[in-house]
């Protein structure tokens, strides 16, 4: 994603007036790759085919609840959540950003604020400091390339695209590419300094890169691991002419 507007955001709302007015919004201000969805099951589809980089999630589904939705998608990738929901009460507020929820928003409320605190996520997530608003086109690695300004890893078998925490491990390691980064260099890059308690997370995140980047992730010969220190990215990587 280059620019802000260009993200790819994925409304899950089981009113269908709440929806349109939503897209409306979104429009307005220049957001255009939107999809929804009325429910789980739908919501769950539309995960897995369109890799949203923004989801913005209510809490009250007619097949389930928006709390086991966000867990759900979790699994596949950490993309940026924002409950907007008629419940508000304390305990749901806690609940969702206990679970990890970007923010919480309740209804009914002002569309400037929307706005602001969707962009505010999206910079944060996407725009912060451990990344450069533009950078060489791409970082070949064997048989792959990857699409740096994009976050989009070009496969044999297709293209995947990348989450935000691993572009941001993999941009890390590109700029100290042949050197060790330590395990809290890297928290740090991804989760800033309250980093503390993320090392079996950063080790998943790890795992989930390598499926990306590596031929054969098990035994992965870019992302190397340096045992006890960190990890390092290949010297030999180079970028296409």
């Known amino acids: 994603m280059e620019h802000l507007y260009e993200a790819?955001?994925?409304?899950?709302?089981?009113?269908?007036?709440i929806l349109e007015m939503l897209k409306n919004i979104l429009?307005?201000?220049?957001?255009?790759?939107?999809?929804?969805?009325?429910?789980?099951?739908?919501?769950?589809?539309?995960f897995d085919e369109y890799a949203p980089q923004m989801v913005i999630l209510d809490i009250m589904l007619p097949d389930g609840d928006g709390f086991?939705?966000?867990?759900?998608?979790?699994?596949?990738?950490?993309?940026?959540?924002?409950?907007?929901s008629a419940k508000d009460e304390d305990n749901d507020r806690l609940l969702g950003l206990g679970l990890g929820a970007d923010d919480y928003i309740t209804k009914?409320?002002?569309?400037?604020?929307l706005i602001l605190r969707l962009t505010a996520i999206l910079k944060r997530t996407y725009f912060s400091s451990f990344?450069?608003?533009?950078?060489?086109?791409?970082?070949?690695?064997?048989?792959?390339?990857?699409?740096?300004e994009s976050g989009t890893v070009h496969t044999p078998e297709g293209d995947v695209t990348l989450t935000a925490k691993e572009l941001a491990l993999?941009?890390?390691?590109?700029?100290?590419?042949g050197n060790i980064v330590t395990f809290d260099a890297l928290s740090d890059a991804v989760w800033g300094?309250?980093?503390?308690?993320?090392?079996?997370?950063?080790?998943?995140?790890?795992?989930?890169?390598?499926?990306?980047?590596?031929?054969?992730?098990?035994?992965?010969?870019?992302?190397?691991?340096v045992r006890g220190l960190g990890y390092k990215l290949k010297k030999e990587a180079r970028r296409p002419s």
């Open 193 to 225: 300094e309250n980093y503390y308690g993320y090392e079996n997370t950063l080790m998943v995140h790890i795992r989930r890169l390598r499926e990306k980047i590596e031929a054969h992730p098990s035994a992965p010969v870019w992302l190397l691991t």
């Open 68 to 84: 086991s939705l966000m867990r759900d998608f979790r699994l596949a990738c950490d993309s940026p959540v924002l409950f907007l």
């Open 108 to 113: 009914p409320f002002l569309p400037d604020e």
């Open 131 to 148: 990344q450069k608003e533009r950078e060489d086109s791409a970082l070949v690695l064997g048989d792959r390339t990857v699409w740096l």
């Open 27 to 46: 429009a307005r201000r220049g957001f255009q790759n939107v999809r929804t969805a009325s429910d789980c099951r739908s919501a769950r589809l539309a």
């Open 170 to 177: 993999l941009k890390k390691l590109n700029e100290n590419r």
């Open 8 to 17: 790819r955001i994925l409304l899950v709302d089981d009113n269908p007036d």
